[in-house]
């Protein structure tokens, strides 16, 4: 009977042990999920891409948090920035210093090293390096090896089509021409990226495509097309809707068309005061999207990376709208008042939000390192920047900094002296501490060795008395 019972429990444990492992077969292959419970509907996958679309549309705008600052939109993509060209002022700021893949907007850069570091008519050569990595799918011209164009013309492709090889020659070949080479190119692009004032990316190649450990961020993409403001070669290239590079000895003809929705007339994300930007998106990155717009009165970068769903050109164009229309400018040279500047050296316009005066800004001078009157008058909202100007600083003023960097020293060397004395009163004090300390010590010594004399007496009169009496 015992055998049987244990037979029994065996087998039931044999059978409990391999309906486990069918469970988990059927949980790997994504089968044999729980139902809902009672009462609970099951979600659609269309449901199920509401819920991450509201989740990311609802996640914080920082900016927003700013009391008395205008509230923006919320977007569908995890970063946005809108930043103002002149004065460099953020306008919005969602997640703008995490790190995101940015897919083709990398270009941008790319552009940037080219126009600063080589001529529009140098030569470009497409070697084998410049097209064996392209992989199916990759947006590319169709360049072969050994084709010859020019700077100009790979730039075009490199915008415009978004071409992946044009991007990978355009860098290997102003590296050669610069006397360096591709990966010159590449520390190039990291550096400039810095010197702009970015600090959260690493750019791994120049096209963009996917790189674990290549990646930025929306204030330094921001910082990034603020500075193409500078090169108008730039907008003449990304503001053509068609471009042709012409068949000769070295390449055949290559045809291709702009790629950015809000600069096409006629498109229905079309905007009219958009003026230049660069498209972007891989599986990784998902949607990103730069775009320069310029109303008249003012000049905006958009920058919006990881967006969900097809939302990338709607946020940007809530964006643009929310910045022309919730902020003006200010001309510190006319309104500055304050008896600390003599002059403002700079013509340039900081900005505010449209119900905001001059008087109600923060204005902090950061005097220079080299020049004795001159400095940086930088103003700010509520604790958000606003802008800076370069300024000459008054004779008050610079007489209260001297005044206050003697009063500085003056309590430095007293604060020395102090020390001394109590370094002093120190010493005295261990020198009194330790001639107690020797004192008590040689009365102790005399006592002992009094008392021992004391008893060597006494044991010599006993020893007397011993022998008279023998």
């Known amino acids: ?27 790997e292959a994504g089968e044999g999920e729980a139902p809902p419970a009672e009462g609970q ?4 996958e269309e449901e199920k891409l509401q819920q991450e679309l509201d989740a990311v ?7 927003n948090e700013t009391e008395g600052w205008p509230q923006g939109p919320g977007t569908y993509g995890e970063a946005a920035v809108v930043m103002e060209v002149e004065s460099g002022a953020i306008l919005y700021a969602k997640n703008i210093d995490e790190h995101h893949f940015p897919a083709s907007i990398t270009k941008l850069l790319t552009a940037l090293v080219a126009f600063e570091n080589g001529e529009f008519a ?24 050994g084709n010859q164009i020019t700077l100009e013309q790979a730039l075009y492709a490199t915008l415009l089509a978004s071409a992946n090889e044009a991007a990978y020659a355009v860098a290997e070949n102003v590296g050669k021409n610069a006397g360096h080479d591709y990966a010159w190119f590449l520390e190039q692009m990291n550096a400039r990226c810095r010197e702009l004032g970015g600090e959260n990316s690493n750019f791994m190649n120049p096209h963009g495509l996917h790189d674990d450990n290549h990646y930025t961020c929306a204030r330094d993409m921001a ?20 471009y042709t590079i012409p068949a000769s000895e070295t390449t055949e003809e290559h045809i291709f ?12 994300y079309y905007y009219e005061y958009a003026v230049g930007g660069k498209t972007g998106y891989t599986d990784q990155a998902l949607s990103t999207l730069v775009t320069m717009a310029d109303n008249g009165s003012m000049q905006l970068v958009c920058v919006v990376l990881k967006t969900h769903g097809a939302n990338v050109y709607p946020d940007t164009r809530n964006l643009l709208e929310y910045g022309f229309a919730n902020f003006r400018k200010e001309l510190p040279a006319a309104n500055e008042k304050s008896e600390d500047v003599a002059q403002i050296l700079d013509e340039k316009n900081i900005v505010v939000p449209a119900g905001a005066e001059f008087k109600d800004l923060e204005m902090e001078i950061v005097p220079d390192e080299d020049t004795a009157d001159e400095g940086l008058l930088v103003y700010s909202y ?11 600083l008054s004779q008050s003023y610079l007489d209260k900094q001297k005044a206050a960097e003697e009063q500085e020293k003056k309590s430095a060397r007293k604060g020395d002296e102090e020390s001394g004395k109590d370094k002093k009163s120190g ?37 007397g008395k011993k022998r008279k009496k023998k």
């Open 122 to 145: 140098d030569p470009v050569v497409f070697s084998h390096e410049s097209l064996a990595f392209l992989e199916p799918g990759d947006a590319y011209i169709g360049m072969k090896e």
């Open 427 to 463: 010493m005295t004090v261990n020198r009194q501490i330790l001639k107690k300390c020797f004192l008590g010590a040689a009365g102790v010594l005399f006592v002992v060795l009094s008392a021992v004399l004391v008893k060597l007496l006494l044991d010599s009169k006993r020893r």
């Open 223 to 242: 910082l990034i097309g603020r500075e193409l403001f500078s090169h108008p070669e730039f907008f003449n290239i990304v503001q053509t809707m068609n």
């Open 382 to 392: 509520k604790g958000s920047p606003a802008g800076s100007v370069r300024a000459v």
């Open 41 to 44: 509907v099951e979600l659609t």
């Open 1 to 27: 009977m015992k055998r049987r019972k244990w037979k029994g429990i065996a087998a039931l444990a044999a059978i409990l042990w391999i309906c486990a492992g069918v469970s988990a077969s059927a949980a």
């Open 257 to 268: 068309q702009q790629k950015h929705k809000m600069l096409k007339e006629g498109n229905a």
């Open 57 to 63: 549309y609802a996640m914080p705008v920082q900016s």
